[in-house]
Nanobody
Framework: QVQLVESGGGLVQAGGSLRLSCAAS????????MGWFRQAPGKEREFVGR???????YYADSVKGRFTISRDNAKNTVYLQMNSLKPEDTAVYYC????????????????WGQGTQVTVSS
């Protein structure tokens, strides 16, 4: 099984930036999709973005142009760079491992991290 550990969350002001990291253990990191999801209080968990093994990325409309996903296969780590943060970005952020070409469906991901809190103040 793969184990995922997120880090980098915290409190930032609106308009600021934050970078989240997700460190993975296991032997298949380089061949799988890595996704980012978030869940705000009282809300359903929602898709943020994903990156395929070859580096292709896709994002939810709500974060497109502000967030960037990258991965370093040599370090078994995926990153979420968040710029121009808004109060509505406040949520617990999760990374997840999918299949070779997973999309934005939660059902396509089978391993999840514990989550890291991101709070954006006005």
């Amino acid at each position: 099984q793969v184990q995922l550990v997120e880090s980098g969350g915290g409190l930032v002001q609106a308009g600021g930036s934050l970078r989240l990291s997700c460190a993975a253990s296991g032997r298949t990191f380089s061949t799988t999709t890595m996704g980012w999801f978030r869940q705000a209080p009282g809300k359903e968990r929602e898709f943020v973005g994903r990156i395929w093994s070859g580096g292709n990325t896709y994002y939810a409309d709500s974060v497109k142009g502000r967030f960037t996903i990258s991965r370093d296969n040599a370090k078994n780590t995926v990153y979420l760079q968040m710029n121009s943060l808004k109060p509505e970005d406040t949520a617990v952020y999760y990374c997840a491992r999918g299949r070779a070409f997973s999309s934005n469906n939660l059902a396509e991901y089978d391993s999840w991290g514990q989550g890291t809190q991101v709070t954006v103040s006005s």
